[in-house]
């Protein structure tokens, strides 16, 4: 079995983890032996799949997203589509079924001087109504790997109020292969206390 062997850090579910910007509930040990587990289980071929990170948020590459692609997207019960790409890359990630799925585009260059906070909030709204319409979102860029995977990051941040790190880990769990670039993992790291202080600011108007 051919296996993906890219260093990443140890993968924990969103159940391992307490809310609050996330304190593994597991042990270095128990995250080792998790991480060996999702290297043995982890193929090459996945990563031209689509996987599902929390309940009907899907994360994947272009090629889960073409036109051959129609009979599983709707079987998966996709219903929008983030499509994460760069002007320049519109002839080759194209939005293959505009009548069939509701489509956003997020224009983004894959480059660690790329600025992506401040489109963190255009895709949770996006990927927000969605989910609570009942339906499904698959995010994809070209590879599902970093801009793409930056952006569901940010998204589980908040859904589960978990730290970058944390967030990180739960992805990777479903989805081994995502490697955002070093200047995306930065700004998601910047993105917690942004995050603190918009929670900080609903429970003051609760209890105020």
């Known amino acids: 079995m051919e296996t993906d062997v890219r260093p990443v850090d140890f993968p924990i579910s969103a159940d391992d983890l307490r809310p609050g910007f996330g304190i593994p509930l597991v042990s270095t040990d128990t995250q080792f032996l998790l991480n060996i587990v999702l290297q043995q289980e982890w193929e090459y071929q996945m990563r031209r799949e689509m996987q599902e990170i929390i309940p009907g948020l899907f994360l994947g590459p272009y090629a889960a997203a073409m036109k051959t692609k129609q009979e599983d997207l709707i079987k998966h019960g996709i219903t929008h589509i983030l499509c994460v790409r760069q002007n320049c890359e519109s002839n080759v990630i194209k939005t293959n079924f505009p009548g069939v799925f509701e489509y956003k585009i997020v224009e983004i260059a894959d480059s660690p001087t790329e600025k992506i906070i401040p489109v963190f909030d255009e895709?949770?709204?996006?990927?927000?109504?969605?989910?609570?319409?009942?339906?499904?979102?698959?995010?994809?860029?070209?590879?599902?790997?970093?801009?793409?995977?930056?952006?569901?990051?940010?998204?589980?941040?908040?859904?589960?109020?978990f730290s970058s790190q944390d967030a990180l880990r739960c992805v990777q769990k479903k989805r081994f292969c995502i490697y955002p670039n070093e200047g995306f993992r930065r700004q998601l790291l910047e993105y917690e206390p942004i995050l603190k202080a918009r929670l900080a600011q609903r429970l003051t108007g609760v209890y105020n």
């Not at 969605?130 to 859904?159: D, F, P, Q, T, W």
């Open 123 to 161: 895709a949770r709204e996006f990927i927000g109504n969605c989910l609570r319409k009942g339906g499904k979102v698959l995010v994809h860029g070209n590879a599902g790997i970093s801009r793409s995977a930056a952006l569901v990051i940010a998204y589980v941040m908040e859904h589960c109020n």
